[in-house]
């Protein structure tokens, strides 16, 4: 396989470099031990990008995004641009970003490590050993459809207004990721909507079970109302595997998901683009937790969830299966020994910072790969 694996490495602002740096001991020690090379570039995104250049994202540095196989991002934002105007806050170049690469498939794993079941939220035999995926539609739907926005009616009251629109193609691209993830997994999809009340539910189911029917037969897909997803995701989660659902179900059902694991800091997502002709697909990969100015420059952020993150670029950019195995295993191993960072000690375990963390995972790395 090619040896340079173009990546974009975006830490941005607060504990995203601290986070990101772990990263990069990760990736040395990837590239020394498994003769795995990346050729990482370093750019800016955020606040940091507004000081040196007044504005979130550079056009140069978007188009490195395009241009690269993988983007890293650390997270962006803080109190000292919160009152920039709208296009100049740190958050604009993430959307930017998202927006430019085309990123309709937001994957959110929510997998529950065994040393920290009880950091859910529910019976520990509910969550124990969990380990589902939902996958996000995330530039379509209610908040992109039109007509939008807010009028005043001739009686002087007035009227908000979203529209819910999918297309054909919308819905397969996104229910063509689910199945070809499901094919790695468990080989089991609920497609979840409103077909009940909407018709844009309808046509999702419509296409989807289409698609199922033609290209994964081998793949058992269900069809779930969003309200009974909400309610299963907290009486069984352990049902799922795939979950498929639209922008604005999967916003509300990826953060319950989120939940059941109990830790922000322990969440990877990735975003995926279309596909070109060699199959390539423009990704960006990052945790979900923000860039935590409370703690940043203390060296006390959790790394896992960037990490975590990395060993999905591994898996879903490169196909490094058994690379990205290594890294889950390594975080497993570590949790197991005691070691936590701050945001997810327990009694009787030991809390470390973040360059200790990193030098933990480092260690697990060479003792499995021993
Ligand atoms: P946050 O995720 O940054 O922090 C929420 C809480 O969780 C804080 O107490 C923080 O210390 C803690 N936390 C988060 N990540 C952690 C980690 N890795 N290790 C240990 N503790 C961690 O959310 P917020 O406080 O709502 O937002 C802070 C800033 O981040 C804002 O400017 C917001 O706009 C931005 N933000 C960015 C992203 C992103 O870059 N994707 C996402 C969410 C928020």
């Not at 908000?160 to 080989?187: D, M």
């Amino acid at each position: 396989m090619a040896a340079n694996r173009k990546v974009l490495v975006l830490a941005g602002d607060g504990i995203g470099p601290e986070v990101m740096r772990q990263v990069r001991r990760v990736a040395d020690w990837m590239a020394k031990r498994r003769s795995l090379s990346f050729d990482l570039s370093d750019g800016l995104v955020g606040g940091v990008a507004y000081e040196a250049h007044g504005t979130p994202l550079t056009d140069e540095t978007m188009q490195d995004a395009i241009d690269a196989d993988a983007v890293l991002l650390g997270a962006v934002g803080g109190p000292r641009w919160d009152n920039l105007p709208f296009d100049k806050k740190p958050e604009r170049g993430l959307l930017r970003l998202r927006k430019d690469m085309e990123l309709f498939a937001n994957l959110r794993p929510a997998t529950v490590f065994d040393a920290l079941v009880d950091a859910s939220s529910l019976k520990s035999e509910i969550v124990r050993g969990l380990d589902i995926m939902i996958l996000r539609e995330l530039t379509g739907g209610v908040y992109f459809g039109e007509p939008r926005g807010i009028t005043t009616l001739p009686d002087g009251t007035r009227r908000g207004i979203n529209t819910q629109v999918y297309t054909t193609p919308e819905i397969e691209r996104v229910a063509r990721v689910g199945f070809e993830l499901a094919k790695k997994r468990a080989k089991k999809v609920h497609s979840v909507e409103k077909a009940n009340v909407m018709e844009s539910g309808v046509l999702w189911r419509e296409e989807v079970q289409k698609l199922r029917d033609k290209d994964f037969k081998d793949i058992d897909l269900q069809h779930m109302y969003a309200d009974n997803c909400a309610m299963q995701l907290v009486r069984n989660p352990k049902q799922f595997d795939v979950i498929v659902t639209d922008n604005l179900f999967g916003d509300i059902l990826s953060d319950c998901a989120a939940m059941l694991t109990g830790s922000l800091g322990m969440l990877p997502s990735a975003s995926l683009g279309p596909a070109d002709a060699n199959g390539r697909r423009r990704a960006m990969y990052e945790p979900v937790h923000g860039s935590a100015p409370d703690i940043a420059g203390k060296d006390m952020a959790n790394p896992l969830a960037m990490l975590l993150s990395f060993a999905m670029m591994l898996r879903y950019s490169f196909d490094l299966d058994e690379d990205a195995d290594l890294i889950e295993r390594s975080v497993k191993n570590v949790l197991n020994s005691g070691i936590r960072t701050a945001d997810i000690q327990q009694p009787n375990t030991a809390r470390v910072s973040t360059t200790t963390m990193g030098d933990a995972i480092l260690r697990e790395l060479d003792k499995l790969s021993a």
